[in-house]
């Protein structure tokens, strides 16, 4: 029986998802591994690239674009391995990296999220791997531009994990999607991933849901994937509305009464204040798209009917 379950989500991406693969056989170390890409409708060759090059994976073709959730449930559901490792398919883990991720969890129980360390193109350190969850405060630094004015600050941008290099074992508010161990009984306590987000602010749920039942998401620096960020959702203005529509459907599922209310508030005024600044200075043009395309966001993502 395999170690681990590998689950990778493609969606548009078909010039990263063979170099992943090609990588994640080393990257395992000599762990026994299913892996399964789930392909979300790619219009482009990433499922014809799996199926034509990569016969040991297991290709699952969604047959319509299920979003990020759901594409992840549904490759959990066709792996039987007592570990899942959310890998996203514009990642190039590093020799040993996964192996050293499953290495560092099985000695290191009871946490039930487990993340590492991603590296931007260059070998700089791409701090995305982890966040602070979002609180009223956090978010009211984004709605006043203090994140922005002082980045990586412990005060004013708290989501961010202040100025930490990702270069030590630590606990953290949540671990992201593009690399994330769980063992599957704590995948079948916590549901999977919630299919009310489409994509992205699932991986903030799913930490907040395991916190809640006593579980502490930590990362260790000796996983290392390099990270290309975004390519399956690379477009400045639309990116950030599926953004902004996990944040509100974040805060209107971990928010009531008048904290909801000042949540929802904040982000709406945060992006009407950064569109304004943008119309002045030029820059930060996807702003404006966001506002001008309110409607796709300030609900949050609707109900899925499917």
């Excluded at 890409?37 to 799996?50: I, K, L």
């Excluded at 890998?87 to 590093?94: E, V």
């Excluded at 079948?188 to 903030?204: K, P, Q």
């Amino acid at each position: 029986m395999s170690e681990l379950a590998v689950v990778i989500v493609t969606y548009n991406c078909a010039e990263w998802i063979g170099r992943c693969l090609a990588a994640v056989p080393a990257a395992l170390g000599g762990l026994q591994a299913e892996i399964v890409v789930v392909d979300n409708d790619s219009a482009d060759s990433s499922a014809d690239e799996v199926a034509a090059h990569h016969p040991e994976v297991t290709l699952v073709r969604s047959g319509s674009n299920l979003g990020f959730a759901a594409a992840v449930n549904l490759g959990a559901a066709a792996t039987t391995a007592d570990w899942i490792l959310l890998l996203n398919p514009d990642t190039d883990p590093k020799a040993g990296s996964l192996r050293a991720l499953y290495d560092f969890a099985r000695s290191t129980p009871g946490r039930g999220i487990y993340g590492g360390r991603t590296l931007r193109l260059d070998g700089a350190v791409e701090p995305s791997s982890c966040w602070n969850l979002p609180t009223l405060w956090s978010t009211a630094c984004f709605a006043l531009g203090l994140a922005t004015l002082f980045p990586k600050s412990k005060i004013f941008d708290p989501e961010a994990i202040g100025g930490w290099l990702r270069d030590s074992v630590r606990q953290v508010g949540m671990v992201t999607g593009c690399l994330l161990l769980v063992p599957r009984p704590v995948w079948d306590e916590l549901g999977g991933l919630d299919e009310s987000y489409f994509v992205y602010g699932e991986d903030a749920d799913f930490a907040k849901r395991a916190t809640a039942a006593g579980y502490r998401p930590t990362i260790t620096p000796a996983a290392e994937v390099v990270h290309a960020i975004g390519v399956s959702s690379e477009d400045g203005g639309t990116k950030t509305c599926l953004l902004l529509a996990g944040k509100i459907t974040y805060a209107q599922k971990h928010s009531t009464g008048l904290s909801q209310l000042l949540f929802l508030n904040l982000i709406r005024g945060g992006v009407a204040a950064r569109a304004l600044g943008s119309r002045f200075t030029g820059r930060g043009k996807k702003w404006r798209y966001a506002w001008d395309h309110r409607p796709q966001w300030s609900a949050g993502f609707p109900p899925r009917t499917n």
